[in-house]
């Protein structure tokens, strides 16, 4: 079992910048990606970023050069900076953990309960 606690989200407004954070306890797989997801109104889930265990990152288009994801791998802990942020980065953002028992050979996976990105005037 691998529980997520997820904080950062808030309102901003155009232009500025938000922190999420999202910290993974439990049995945690020596081999593991964590990363974040978004859902806005209306609109399916996607993949904004994520990070596996050796440091190698992924983006979606959308966020490239605007959003940064790291980790730290003793605590467990993923962070996404976000930056320049746009009105169409409103969504709830929820994090992800994926467990691996060997690479590329998943065992688990599980999401956070999500944390409210609103970017308005």
């Known amino acids: 079992q691998v529980q997520l606690v997820e904080s950062g989200g808030g309102l901003v407004q155009p232009g500025g910048s938000l922190r999420l954070s999202c910290a993974a306890s439990?049995?945690?797989?020596?081999?593991?990606?964590m990363g974040w997801y978004r859902q806005a109104p209306g609109k399916q889930r996607e993949l904004v970023a994520a990070i596996a265990t050796g440091g190698s990152t992924n983006y979606a288009d959308s966020v490239k050069g605007r959003f940064t994801i790291s980790r730290d791998n003793a605590k467990g802990t993923v962070y996404l900076q976000m930056n320049s942020l746009k009105p169409e980065d409103t969504a709830v953002y929820s994090c992800?953990?994926?467990?691996?028992?060997?690479?590329?050979?998943?065992?688990?996976?599980?999401w956070g309960q999500g944390t409210q990105v609103t970017v308005s005037s």
């Open positions: 439990g049995t945690i797989f020596s081999i593991n990606a």
């Open positions: 992800y953990y994926k467990g691996f028992r060997a690479l590329g050979v998943k065992q688990y996976e599980t």
